[in-house]
Each structure stands twice: as C-alpha cells, then as structure tokens.
C-alpha cells in the first residue's frame, strides 16, 4: 500500500459513511482505456451495433473497421481502424458517433491535460474505466478490457483529520465526499481525535467540511489505487470552538494537540479520560525510542493537562502517546531550540 502525504495525520477510529439523502442516469459506450507501450486498447459496450460508427480525438478522425464484432464488450486498437488514430496518452478528448446522429457524440471520454478533463491522465499500468450507471471515472490498476468493470485495485483511501488553526481536533466534523441518487450527501463524521477515513474509488474527490462555529471548506483531493492520501485539514472557526469538547462523551478517550506548538522552552498536553484509570503518557522519537515518561499514575475522570520541558535532545519532531485500557491515542509535536 502506497501513502501519498498531502499534510500530517494522526488517527485512531472512524465513523462509517453516512448516507443522508446523484445525477440522472447517462448510458456510455466508451467503457474502458488503457494505453500500451505499443499503443493503446479502448472497450466499447454497444448497444446496437458498431456499423458506421467512427472515433474522434483531438487530431484525427477513423471510422471503425466494418469487420470489428458486436459484443457485450468490444475491444479495439488501431487495426481496428480504417485510418490512423492517435490519442494522446497526457491528455485527450475522444468521442464516439453512432449513426444516425451524425451531429452529436454518443459518448464523450476527456482526460489529462485537455480542458474539461474529468480525471487525470493515467498512471503506467492503469486503465481509466467508467463506473457505468454513476457517471464517473476512475483508474484501475488491474485492467478488465474484454469483461465487465470492477473494483479489484481500483480503490483507495483519504486518511485525515479536521482541525481548527490552534491545531485543536474538530470532534463531529462532516466530510461531505459523494452524493446518493436523490442528490443527498454521502459524508463520514471525525471521531473524537478528528480523524475521518474515505474508503473510494481511484478518482478525483471533491471533499467539503463543515463543523458547527467554523468557516465550511472544500478542495479537490485526487486518490490513486491502493494508495492512501494523508490530509490534514485547518478550518478557521469562532474563538472556543471545539477547543476542549464541553460534554465529552462518557465512553471515549481524548488527546488533545499540545500547546503551544512550535514550542522552544515547555509546552502543555491537554487529555480527557471518562472514568478512573491508570494512565500512562510518553514521549518518543520518529524512530520510536522512548525519550521521557511524562504520567504513570491512576488519574479520575475529566480534563487533565501535564507540561513536557525536554532537556538535552535535539530539536525536531516527536510523538506524545496516551496509553489507555483498550488503544493508544498519538499526536506529533515541534521542538525547537
């Protein structure tokens, strides 16, 4: 599994999606591309046949040879043309006319680098395939060219958390990343280290968030299969906002962001426990050498702070840990000198 970091994350649990309440439903003929080193291989799925039909791409015209078969899934290259086609692999617009309507495309494929892409250009070893009945691309890493459509290495995941500028965790943020067919949202909700995970196609995402006394923000997140996006996303948010939740859940551990961070001389780490417990809080290197036992006392439930001052290490990043009965909550932290 590959990690492509977007900003730092740490994380412990997840909401599932949350299914609230997407587009009409479009027929498409051009199923699935993927380029070769010798060329390329395009799937058509025809409803009625292929006689007559002719590919464009953004520098040539062919129509398609009289002998290519009509199958469920039909796959062509250019000797199944009657002239040359070249598509280009950074960036194309293809279009598939079907007879009798000479006027307009029966289906429209746009990527990479031409204007109106609706996905990026694929990586080597991937196809760009249709999700047929919802209207969008995706990339598969394991090309089904000749049989239908699946999302065997086609998915990956965005792994992030939601926090205000103070670096506070946003408990309860939604994560808008889809809609269902009635044009609701499709959402998951960070959990009490506002930590979310996104589960989804390779494809580009459009991510919105929205947390109660702060400011919603949206951006475009591309995910690759098999890959994880690590994100960090900052809202600016009212003073007080989330800065220590006001009614802790009964049943869930919190580790707050220390503060404050950066920090040079001593910094101070915020927890939350719901009950009596013994606690433990740590200090460790990238490497995950231990460098200093802050806590190891039994504490009563509430809000707790304990204050780090390093002596004699070097600046740089560090983790500090809280080990509970059942997990271990981590967060990172800048020491500098």
């Not at 047929?132 to 990339?139: K, N, S």
């Not at 996303?233 to 220390?258: D, H, K, M």
């Not at 290490?313 to 509970?324: C, D, K, N, S, V």
Request: glycine letters at 8%.
């Amino acid at each position: 599994m590959r990690v492509r970091n977007v900003l730092l994350v740490l994380a412990v649990f997840f909401s599932g999606p949350q299914y609230a309440q997407a587009n009409p439903v479009m027929i498409h003929y051009l199923s699935e591309l993927r380029f070769t080193r010798t060329g390329w291989e395009l799937e058509l799925t025809p409803e009625d046949g292929l006689e007559g039909c002719w590919i464009t791409s953004r520098s040539d015209t062919a129509f398609l040879h009289p002998t290519v078969p009509y199958e469920d899934y039909v796959v062509i290259t250019a000797d199944s043309l009657q002239s040359p086609l070249f598509i280009d692999p950074a960036g194309d617009s293809l279009a598939l006319y079907i007879p009798p309507n000479m006027q307009h495309p029966g289906d429209l494929l746009v990527f990479g680098d031409y204007p109106g892409a609706r996905i990026p250009a694929p990586p080597p070893g991937c196809s760009i395939s249709i999700r047929r009945w919802e209207d969008f691309y995706y990339f598969d890493a394991s090309p089904t060219l000749g049989a239908p459509n699946d999302t065997t290495n086609a998915m990956g995941d965005i792994d992030g958390v939601v926090t205000n500028t103070d670096g506070d965790a946003l408990i309860g943020a939604k994560v808008i990343y889809d809609y269902n067919d009635l044009g609701g949202e499709i959402y998951v909700l960070t959990d009490s280290a506002g930590h979310f995970l996104i589960h989804d196609f390779a494809r580009p995402e459009y991510l919105w968030v929205v947390a109660e006394g702060c400011t919603d923000h949206g951006m475009r997140i591309q995910i690759w299969p098999d890959s994880t996006v690590v994100l960090t996303v900052i809202l600016e948010c009212e003073v007080g906002t989330n800065e220590y939740p006001l009614r802790p859940s009964a049943s869930v551990y919190l580790l707050f962001q220390n503060n404050p961070n950066p920090f040079s001389s001593a910094t101070t780490i915020a927890y939350s426990i719901p009950r009596t417990e013994f606690m433990r809080m740590s200090i460790f290197d990238l490497k995950g050498n231990l460098i200093e036992k802050l806590l190891e006392k039994s504490l009563p439930a509430g809000l707790h702070r304990v204050t780090w001052q390093p002596q004699g290490i070097p600046a740089g990043t560090y983790l500090y840990t809280l080990q509970t009965p059942g997990s271990q909550l981590t967060r990172r932290c800048q020491f500098l000198k």
